[in-house]
T-cell receptor, first 114, second 113 residues
Framework: NAGVTQTPKFRILKIGQSMTLQCAQD?????MYWYRQDPGMGLKLIYY???????DKGEVPNGYNVSRSTTEDFPLRLELAAPSQTSVYFC?????????????FGQGTRLTVV | KQEVTQIPAALSVPEGENLVLNCSFT??????LQWFRQDPGKGLTSLLL?????REQTSGRLNASLDKSSGRSTLYIAASQPGDSATYLC????????????FGKGTHLIIQP
């Protein structure tokens, strides 16, 4: 199984450009998430989704948008890229079985805005 | 708002030693506590998950404990090896998966050969 797949792995954007970070999971998980990780910091939640058609803001949503049209895909859109969005972005998905919820992460997208 | 703290921020020990990484959280109403490993430039690999009703979980040389009442979890690594060198992250699930995990900043571990 591929698990959680993110593309691209690396990207350099110019200030003001837009791009979409792709995320796909093949585990039929209902929950999906986008996090960003800055140097020396823990991961911070950008957006999350509890199922197709349902999304909600996390701790740091400004400058980003998401959609969830299928269970498998959860793209993250950056509009008008700014240097503050230079970061490593991780997509994750999780299942919930009773009280047990375990998260699985993709390999990350390293984004630099110049 | 849940806050997660990891101590120490960095640790360097000789190969073969047993070691303990600490994680504390401010809100004891958690569903799960998950430990991850992150290698440089890589994603997060899940090591152990402890449900709120459990006290500990073991996988090979790793043992994670959970004390909800005191807001603490520990990751014990036995007989450390150079391949254990990585950053270890703990994360608290306060919403049953519905609103993500709250992460600590991690412990950067170096095992000296």
């Amino acid at each position: 199984n591929a698990g959680v797949t993110q593309t691209p792995k690396f990207r350099i954007l110019k200030i003001g450009q837009s791009m979409t970070l792709q995320c796909a999971q093949d585990m039929n998980h209902n929950y999906m998430y986008w996090y960003r990780q800055d140097p020396g910091m823990g991961l911070k939640l950008i957006y999350y989704s509890v199922g197709a058609g349902i999304t909600d803001k996390g701790e740091v949503p400004n400058g980003y948008n998401v959609s969830r049209s299928t269970t498998e895909d959860f793209p993250l859109r950056l509009e008008l890229a700014a240097p503050s969005q230079t970061s490593v972005y991780f997509c994750a998905s999780s299942y919930s079985r009773g009280a047990r919820t375990e998260a699985f992460f993709g390999q990350g997208t390293r984004l630099t805005v110049v | 708002k849940q806050e997660v703290t990891q101590i120490p921020a960095a640790l360097s020990v000789p190969e073969g030693e047993n070691l303990v990484l600490n994680c504390s959280f401010t809100d004891s109403a958690i569903y799960n506590l998950q430990w991850f490993r992150q290698d440089p430039g890589k994603g997060l690999t899940s090591l152990l998950l402890i449900q709120s009703s459990q006290r500990e979980q073991t996988s090979g040389r790793l043992n994670a404990s959970l004390d909800k009442s005191s807001g603490r979890s520990t990751l014990y690594i036995a007989a450390s090896q150079p391949g254990d060198s990585a950053t270890y992250l703990c994360a608290a699930d306060s919403g049953g998966g519905a609103d993500g995990l709250t992460f600590g900043k991690g412990t950067h571990l170096i095992i000296q050969p």
